[in-house]
């Protein structure tokens, strides 16, 4: 599985458990718009953490805060290489 | 008929013909109590102990028992060291009590006397000695404090501090085997040992080498009839296949916090034991028992007039009562009480309805995103799920909120393979628990099954330094 349909996956998996309604995963969503809040973001980060093995926000010195879906995927890709 | 007022360890021995038969079972020795009227476990007459400040680091927890019968009354200051104590500490442990004998046995390897001249060895095969002779002078018990890292931390108690929830009330009952899972030099253990020599019974030894299983079965030979232990010490004994070997009357939790699982599966396998818990903690002494066989306890206790006074501030259990620690001991110790002669607990309490619930350590809390979370809080509803025996619940770093809330859960029927197949369900399920109970920040956000937790030297869950 590619790291962008892990993520969308796990990001699914967490809006269901937490009980938020999402809206779809494109590349220019807005994380703020996305519908899910920060407790949402703590976990979801916790699972890639675990399952790609990286914490792209915790990881690097200067850590940027992802504006988008595609800039949260685009920082653990960058993360992963 | 008890006596008035206990004036030293004795007093329980010396009273009547009923003595005959009690006994102190040790794993490999044992010790009937009556003969301690006319024998003495010490290489030492018991008058060259008189007024001294004795350090009592055996590495057995029979000896440590013949040692605080024959010396209560007589040394000055009784220092009980419990087997966990790192060697490196004990320069500054002889230091803060000012010891001036140490007392070991044969099963410890080092016979240092860390520069004291006076050394005694305590030994479970008693020789012949004429009665002892004394008028009892009150012996200072000094107890280590649990749960701290670092330099140990101790705290001077009474005997009638030590034995104020026990001697009230109570009937002298010779038939009684008292067994628990504590080591007795520390004070949940040492409240058993001083009970099972006030009840006129007998009391059966843990030993930490020994298997659980073993200790079970000598429990169930020996006919314990009270038992107690840590609700973590109990979680564990119903995972043993030889939980069944002993069939005690009442059983008692004490130490952390008994939540309503393991009341009610301790009630339900050991049917018809009583099931109690109680609260005390080695500064603030013995609160309360609750007998009711509900978690928590009636909030009507708070602010109640009587021996034990408790108040509540900022969530946190205050006890007033003769049955505390005096002070800490060593110089510039802090102060135990606050100006009015109350100890602060640390432990936080959470009224629901007419009753308390304990809600977690003071320090213990994880802060997810500003909102606060007590493990034990979230422990007792994922503990609820028929399948779990215990769990642990302990932050994650979060580069997010901080922190979040992830927990490792021991199943019911870890290694069995339908355990492992069922998992993902039972993961859901005890998710849906917690959903159910909880408020969003406190679920876990990651639930990992694991064979084991790590249960500390004196019972309770090892939990990670938040």
Known sequence: ?81 | MPPAEVRWLRDWLDDNSDDCGRQLFGRSAQVALSALKRGSSLDVDLATLQGRSVLVATGDQLTAALALIELDGVARRLTVVPPDVPRAHFAAVMADAAIDAVLSDASTQDHETFGIASRVICRPQLRPVAPARFDPQPTEWVLFTSGTTGRPKMVIHSLAGLTGAITRGANRDSGRVWGTFYDIRRYGGLQIFLRAMHDGGSLVLSDADEPVGDFLKRLGRHGVTHMSGTPSHWRRLLMSPSARAMSPGYIRLSGEIADQAILDSLAAFYRPARVGHAYASTEAGVGFDVDDGREGFPASLIGAPGDVEMKVVDGSLRIRSPRTAIAYVGAGAAPLTDTEGFVDTGDMLEPIGERYHFAGRKGGIINVGGLKVHPEEVEAVINRHPQVRMSLVRPRKSPITGAIVVAEVVLQDEGKPEGAARSGTLRDEILGLCRARLAQHKVPAMISFVPALAVAASGKLERPHA
């Open chain 1, 1 to 81: 599985m590619t790291t962008k349909l892990t993520i969308t996956a796990e990001i699914e998996k967490v809006a269901a458990e937490q009980n938020v309604r999402i809206a779809p995963l494109a590349d220019d969503l807005n994380l703020l718009d996305s519908g899910l809040d920060s407790l949402c973001f703590a976990i979801l980060v916790a699972r890639l953490e675990d399952c790609l093995g990286v914490d792209p926000f915790t990881a690097a010195d200067d850590v940027t805060f992802p504006v988008t879906l595609g800039d949260f995927v685009q920082a653990y890709e960058n993360a992963a290489r």
